[in-house]
């Protein structure tokens, strides 16, 4: 199980990045928020990695900090979340406003993001609640506010 890389940023896109440790080339999956906090192409980083198998197929994720790894295993504990669905999740939304949406029961919030209807929002709720009602203490208003520290 690969737990993290640490090298050199050889190519990134928003879907999608490439390390280069010691001259093999790590693909691994993130999300826009991973994006975001990226160093340039060519400096160094240190990601977090999620190593799903299957049959198959394997796929690495990676994540820019362990709330995102997180919440992202959390995720694909709902029924109908795959890993692909739960980094599209971790896209549509940044960490804090999901899980505000999730503790207090927004299922419009949720239903905003790309692939999530009515139902999955429900089931995201119903799985999910008291599962991140214990890791934050979360206040969250309707209009998108949030204020979640952490107790991990």
Do not use: C, W
Request: charged fraction near 25%; hydrophobic fraction near 35%.
């Amino acid at each position: 199980m690969i737990a993290y890389l640490k090298g050199i940023i050889h190519d990134k896109s928003p879907d999608q990045v490439i390390v280069d440790v010691r001259d093999v080339g790590y693909l691994l999956e993130i999300s826009n928020q991973t994006y975001d906090e990226l160093p340039d192409t060519g400096d160094e980083v240190e990601l977090l990695v999620y190593h799903h198998v299957t049959d198959n197929d394997q796929r690495l994720f990676g994540f820019a900090n362990q709330n995102e790894k997180d919440l992202f295993e959390l995720l694909i504990t709902v029924k109908g979340v795959g890993p692909k669905l739960g980094l599209t999740i971790l896209s549509g939304l940044p960490a804090r406003e999901i899980t505000g949406a999730i503790v207090q029961e927004d299922k419009s919030a949720l239903s905003k993001i790309k692939g999530i209807g009515k139902k999955t929002a429900q089931r995201m709720i119903l799985e999910l609640k008291d599962k991140i009602s214990e890791m934050v203490d979360a206040t969250y208003s309707p209009d998108g506010t949030t204020n979640i520290s952490s107790n991990v």
